[in-house]
């Protein structure tokens, strides 16, 4: 069964970075497009950005473009998601999930983690 697990949420200024990490257990990490997700109160879940099994190929929302940062590593069986540059609007409760398609739609992933939640202040 697989099982996400991710960690380095937390408060942070406005202009200030900050790295997640996103753990895989359970099945070959290797096997699946990892994507980042968020929700913020009140509003629906949206993409952030994927990454492709290889770690080839990624694809971020708009929103982050330049800013954020996917990246992952096979052997230890973890994505990450490099946050730079945040905003006031990058506050929210962060999700990673696996799936078998490299995609912005949440409907690709089987699998997601419990979140961790972002906080930006002014």
């Known amino acids: 069964q697989v099982q996400l697990v991710e960690s380095g949420g937390g408060l942070v200024q406005a202009g200030g970075s900050l790295r997640l990490s996103c753990q895989l257990s359970?099945?070959?990490?290797?096997?699946?497009?990892m994507g980042w997700f968020r929700q913020a109160p009140g509003k629906e879940r949206e993409f952030v950005g994927t990454i492709n099994w290889s770690g080839r190929t990624t694809m971020y929302a708009d929103s982050v473009k330049g800013r954020f940062t996917i990246s992952r590593d096979n052997v230890k069986n973890t994505m990450y998601l490099q946050m730079n540059s945040l905003k006031l609007e990058d506050t929210a409760v962060y999700y990673c999930?696996?799936?078998?398609?490299?995609?912005?739609?949440?409907?690709?992933?089987?699998?997601w983690g419990q979140g961790t939640r972002v906080t930006v202040s002014s």
């Open positions: 999930a696996a799936g078998g398609t490299f995609s912005d739609s949440a409907r690709e992933y089987a699998y």
């Open positions: 359970g099945r070959t990490f290797s096997t699946y497009n």
